[in-house]
């Protein structure tokens, strides 16, 4: 799975850049009606960093990994060598939809802030972003992100809600905890300055 398909974009947590990197679906993808943010509609400590799907994910698993299958299921993954894969932050998920955008449809305009990404953005316009330049990410195609349902970000939005996001227009919005839903895991590898 060639690297330069597959890097969203850059992004800063912890003081430190970093590169997000996209699992290839095949492995590190799960189809909606899967996988649910959590089994019960309680909160999970250290899960609300919009910036830190890294930190989120490990907070997932040291609080009950059968609890939260969607994070069970990127910290379990081991992919062309890497065992770093994590359920992406709401920031990096909204990363994910600003570089790898599927569709040609208009982008949900209350959307897309992201403060994280380098450079920083803020909200969609109805044709910015544009469908993707990356032919395997377009939809139809072999990476495409899902655009039928919402990816789960790691990113707590109440004890209720978990953060996700929608691939055919980018809306950003809570959803219950234990609906299931679409999955994508990414890593991401430092940038040095």
């Avoid at 789960?152 to 996700?164: H, K, N, R, V």
């Amino acid at each position: 799975f060639p690297s330069h398909d597959n890097s969203a974009g850059k992004f800063v947590t912890g003081g430190k850049t970093y590169a997000l990197i996209v699992a290839p679906r095949a492995l590190g993808g799960m189809p909606t009606g899967t996988l649910q943010w959590k089994t019960s509609n309680t909160t999970t400590a250290g899960t609300t960093s919009i910036n830190d799907g890294l930190s989120n994910t490990d907070a997932m698993i040291a609080a009950g990994a059968a609890a939260h299958p969607a994070a069970n299921f990127c910290n379990n993954l081991s992919i062309n060598g890497y065992a770093d894969w994590y359920l992406p932050s709401k920031d990096e998920l909204e990363i994910c939809y600003r570089y790898l955008k599927p569709t040609t449809d208009a982008n949900s305009t209350s959307s897309g802030t992201n403060n994280s990404v380098v450079p920083q953005t803020t909200n969609y316009e109805a044709g910015n972003p544009t469908q993707t330049s990356v032919t395997i990410f377009k939809t139809g195609n072999a990476e495409a992100l899902a655009t039928t349902n919402v990816h789960w970000a790691s990113t707590e939005y109440s004890s209720i809600f978990g953060w996700c996001q929608v691939f055919n227009d980018g809306f950003q919005n809570g959803n219950n905890k234990t609906y299931p839903n679409f999955v994508r895991a990414v890593r991401r590898v430092e940038i040095p300055s």
